[in-house]
């Protein structure tokens, strides 16, 4: 291998982005190390899908087949009335096989375990840790640790979300960057009480709330996700999970089905998540040394269903781009931002109208029908960086055992 440059690398977040990146960056030769907030791997939360590129990108990390094996499957969305008699039906399988999409929908924490334990030999993770601060100089970046210490890398990535820490030392507030989308979530998981199987979900909506249940995990486990429209940003302590919860039960007091039981389940639950629906956008994606990768760079929203899609794909595209520019980051951050922006860009315009199917005045199946294939369309394709890229239609292409 030629000799590159900057081969320390310090990723913050081990979620998707994260792990993904370090995967290619060891790959390619350099040494990333991931820090990671939380102190051990959440599991569970919510299904996401990967798709298209992603798709690809899994099979050339060789976990594609691990991934089908750990999907949730779901085949329709049924609208149900008050009393739980189907009102409408949207079959979701079709969709994707009509539009010869390849699709895999898994928890998220099974991805982020799956990359995670790809990684683990091979690259540093520090749980329970986050960057307190940081400079930058010519030469490398300077951080501090929340649990004491520092430590001088030669780059930093910020794969650590919406609310990145990494984002907010460099670029500043966050606020400058997040385009409130006008909606609040809330998921969490509970047992299944409702004996659901998992091939459908149920959704329930009135004007401006929809309250979607599904089962996960051989059916034992109950995924409840709560959506609201709310115009002006609900301001609250993101980790104020009590203060959550009391939000959600406000909202969605005196609301029918089985609001009442999942708002009770709710106040025993694990694992509630609860955010505001956002974007960021920003001008540019790097600073210095410094660059952010996934959602801490260009959420797209949770509503276009392209999060996890794009935190692959764009960690392929920078370590690909690190790997041409032998490690010169003066290269390789403009590369990556003109090769992924486009797709990024595209994939954030849907988000409007992914809000107005999944929340509409009227559970409208006509409207959902046609709107459905949005949440398919193609994003780009792929670079090679000297893979192979596998066909479409094989399987994990040509497998490579870890990194
Ligand atoms: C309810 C819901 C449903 C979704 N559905 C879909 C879907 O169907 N399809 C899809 O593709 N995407 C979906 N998404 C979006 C998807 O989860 C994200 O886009 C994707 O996880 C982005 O990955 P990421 O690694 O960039 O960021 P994240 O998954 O947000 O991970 C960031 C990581 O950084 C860590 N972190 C945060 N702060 C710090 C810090 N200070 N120091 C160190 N680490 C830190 C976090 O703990 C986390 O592990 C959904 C999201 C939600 C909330």
Sequence with gaps: ????????????????????????????????????????????????????????????????????????????????????????????QAVPKALDVEVVEIMRGDLARTLYELTKDEVEYCFGDSIQALKQDEAGVDVTFERGGSRRFDLLVGADGLHSIVRTLVFGDEAQFERYCGYQVGVFTTDNYLGLGEASIQLYGVPGKLVAVRSTRGNQT??????????????????????????????????????????????????????????????????????????????????????????????????????????????AFPQYEQVFRPVVTQEQKKAGANARFLVPATPAIERGRRLLPMFYSRPSRLKDYGNVLPASGTIDGKREPGI
Excluded at 71 to 77: L, V
Excluded at 231 to 237: H, I, N, Q, V
Excluded at 296 to 323: F, R
């Design 222 to 331: 109950l995924a409840a996700f709560f959506l609201f429209k709310q115009p002006t940003k609900l301001r609250y302590d993101y980790h104020d999970v009590e203060r959550h919860k009391q939000l959600l039960a406000e909202v969605f007091a005196g609301e029918g089905w089985e609001v009442p039981r999942l708002l009770e389940k709710m106040q025993t639950a694990p694992d509630l998540y609860f955010d505001a629906v956002s974007q960021v956008r920003m001008e540019r994606w790097s600073h210095g040394r410094t660059v952010l990768l996934g959602d801490a760079g260009y959420c797209p929203a949770l509503l276009t269903g392209q999060g996890s899609t794009l935190a692959m794909m764009g960690a392929y595209i920078l370590a690909g781009e690190l790997k041409v520019a032998l490690g010169d980051h003066k290269l």
């Design 1 to 92: 291998m030629m000799n590159i440059t900057n081969k320390n690398i310090l990723i913050s977040g081990a979620s998707i982005a994260g792990p993904t990146l370090a995967y290619w960056l060891k790959r390619y030769g350099f040494t990333p190390t991931v820090i990671e907030r939380v102190p051990q791997l959440r599991e569970g939360g919510y299904p996401v899908d990967v798709r298209f590129e992603a798709v690809q990108v899994a099979r050339l990390m060789g976990i594609w087949s691990r991934l089908q094996q750990e999907k949730t499957t779901i085949e329709e969305m049924s609208f149900v009335n008050e009393r739980n008699q189907r009102i409408s039906r949207v079959n979701i």
